[in-house]
């Protein structure tokens, strides 16, 4: 069965969901998973589709879209974020796919940006923003994530399988001119016998520019399944290539629901942080539940089931009933992901570019 079949139609009334879960039947009204963890951020797909085709993450050619009709429109985002927030919920992060392939991303930006949130994110390869920068910024967003894995055009080319290093770059540049925007963090995969050159060049990139240098341990989430433990370049590796080659880093304190460890220089200009999932997993203070772009609900990047919200949402479920089914559906969030445990290891349902990273 392809991975993007469209969901079962069949519609599960809403009191079979309502009696099942022991959140929903305590009369609670926030997100606290079995394990006892409240989820506070919301990451939501806009769409599946990208422009680039990165080795890690889709296959060259041959990907399945989603059918048009299945992605949510802004008002059914904006009405689960809403919901979301009379949850808990503070963060909201807008991801794909790439985002800014949405044709009129930022006026959903300025409607999510009306509600009372800590934090309202992009996770862009950043291919559009020299054009998108000014718009998002006056539609309210407030902090972006651009993934760049290399710093050089040949190689640019070699991981994305598309040109287009100069257009991110500019529009890092042109981010800087609006300061609502901060921190601008830069997403580095890394990868083992790849990206090891690049490392000083990435932590002099964060000293020169006002730019957070995020390293992420490459995961198994690429659609090709080409994922291998070898090809794992750890945090500790690189945090050991910079102090080696550069000058030592200095921590600095995170959140504890914070995925990454975040360090400065010792003469305090520029920061890098490693984002290190597969060596270090953080699941344990995990407080993140992932939308997909045709409205399923995923409550870990690896998880196997789904809770339909698309359905509900267009069969003229109440708000209580949406809420009901959130709160059922992180009553039984995973408790951690399994890479490091073997056979245990069951990959997740979708890609990462299914998902929504
Ligand atoms: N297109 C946007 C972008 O490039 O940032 C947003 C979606 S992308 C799926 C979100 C993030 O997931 C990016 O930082 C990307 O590098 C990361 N990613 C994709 N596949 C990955 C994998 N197999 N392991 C680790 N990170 C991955």
Same mark, same amino acid.
């Given at each position: 069965?392809? *991975? *993007?079949?469209? #969901?079962?139609?069949?519609?599960?009334? !809403?009191?079979?969901?309502?009696?099942?879960? #022991?959140?929903?039947?305590?009369?609670?009204?926030?997100?606290?998973?079995?394990?006892?963890?409240?989820?506070?951020?919301?990451?939501?797909s806009v769409t599946d589709r990208c422009n680039f085709r990165c080795v890690y993450c889709m296959p060259e050619e041959g990907m399945q879209w989603l059918?048009r &009709?299945?992605i949510?429109?802004?008002?059914?985002? $904006?009405?689960?974020?809403?919901?979301?927030?009379?949850?808990?919920?503070?963060?909201?992060?807008l991801t794909g796919g790439e985002p800014t392939l949405r044709p009129d991303l930022p $006026?959903?930006?300025? =409607?999510?940006?009306?509600?009372?949130?800590?934090?309202?994110?992009l996770t862009t390869n950043g291919f559009l923003l020299r054009s998108l920068a000014?718009p998002l910024?006056?539609?309210?967003?407030?902090?972006i994530n651009v993934s760049l894995d290399t710093?050089?055009h040949?190689r640019f080319h070699q991981i994305a399988r598309r040109r287009g290093l100069d257009e991110v770059l500019a529009g890092l540049?042109e981010l &800087? =001119?609006?300061?609502?925007?901060? @921190?601008?963090?830069?997403n580095?995969v890394?990868? =083992?016998? !790849?990206?090891? %050159?690049?490392?000083?060049?990435?932590? &002099?990139?964060?000293?020169?520019?006002?730019? /957070?240098?995020?390293?992420?341990?490459?995961?198994? *989430?690429d659609a %090709?399944?080409?994922?291998?433990?070898?090809? /794992?370049?750890?945090?500790? $590796?690189?945090?050991?290539?910079?102090?080696? %080659?550069?000058?030592?880093?200095? @921590?600095? @304190?995170?959140?504890?629901?914070?995925?990454?460890?975040?360090?400065?220089?010792?003469?305090?200009?520029?920061?890098?942080?490693? +984002?290190?999932?597969?060596?270090?997993?953080?699941?344990?203070?995990?407080?993140?539940?992932?939308?997909?772009a045709?409205?399923?609900?995923?409550?870990?990047?690896?998880? +196997?089931?789904?809770?339909? *919200?698309?359905?509900?949402?267009?069969?003229?479920?109440?708000?209580?009933? +949406?809420?009901?089914?959130?709160?059922?559906?992180?009553?039984?969030?995973?408790?951690?992901?399994?890479?490091?445990?073997?056979?245990?290891?069951?990959?997740?349902?979708?890609s990462m570019s299914q998902i929504g990273g």
């Amino acid at each position: 069965m392809s *991975l *993007l079949a469209d #969901p079962p139609t069949s519609f599960v009334p !809403f009191s079979t969901l309502v009696a099942r879960g #022991p959140a929903a039947s305590a009369g609670t009204r926030s997100l606290i998973d079995g394990y006892g963890r409240q989820i506070r951020d919301l990451r939501i797909s806009v769409t599946d589709r990208c422009n680039f085709r990165c080795v890690y993450c889709m296959p060259e050619e041959g990907m399945q879209w989603l059918k048009r &009709e299945t992605i949510l429109s802004f008002e059914e985002i $904006e009405r689960i974020a809403k919901i979301g927030v009379e949850l808990g919920i503070e963060e909201v992060r807008l991801t794909g796919g790439e985002p800014t392939l949405r044709p009129d991303l930022p $006026e959903l930006v300025e =409607r999510l940006a009306q509600l009372p949130l800590r934090s309202l994110s992009l996770t862009t390869n950043g291919f559009l923003l020299r054009s998108l920068a000014r718009p998002l910024a006056e539609a309210g967003l407030k902090r972006i994530n651009v993934s760049l894995d290399t710093l050089q055009h040949d190689r640019f080319h070699q991981i994305a399988r598309r040109r287009g290093l100069d257009e991110v770059l500019a529009g890092l540049e042109e981010l &800087e =001119r609006y300061p609502s925007i901060s @921190p601008i963090k830069v997403n580095v995969v890394a990868m =083992r016998d !790849f990206t090891e %050159d690049e490392v000083v060049a990435f932590a &002099e990139l964060s000293r020169r520019k006002p730019y /957070v240098i995020r390293f992420i341990e490459f995961m198994p *989430l690429d659609a %090709d399944g080409n994922w291998q433990r070898e090809r /794992v370049l750890s945090g500790a $590796e690189i945090k050991a290539i910079i102090e080696r %080659d550069f000058m030592p880093l200095v @921590p600095v @304190p995170a959140e504890p629901s914070s995925t990454s460890r975040r360090y400065t220089f010792a003469d305090g200009v520029g920061e890098v942080g490693f +984002i290190n999932p597969v060596s270090q997993p953080f699941c344990g203070t995990c407080n993140r539940i992932r939308l997909t772009a045709d409205g399923q609900l995923r409550t870990c990047l690896f998880s +196997i089931d789904e809770s339909d *919200l698309r359905l509900p949402l267009r069969s003229g479920a109440s708000d209580k009933q +949406i809420a009901d089914i959130l709160i059922e559906a992180v009553s039984h969030k995973e408790l951690k992901h399994k890479i490091n445990e073997g056979e245990a290891f069951q990959r997740a349902s979708r890609s990462m570019s299914q998902i929504g990273g």
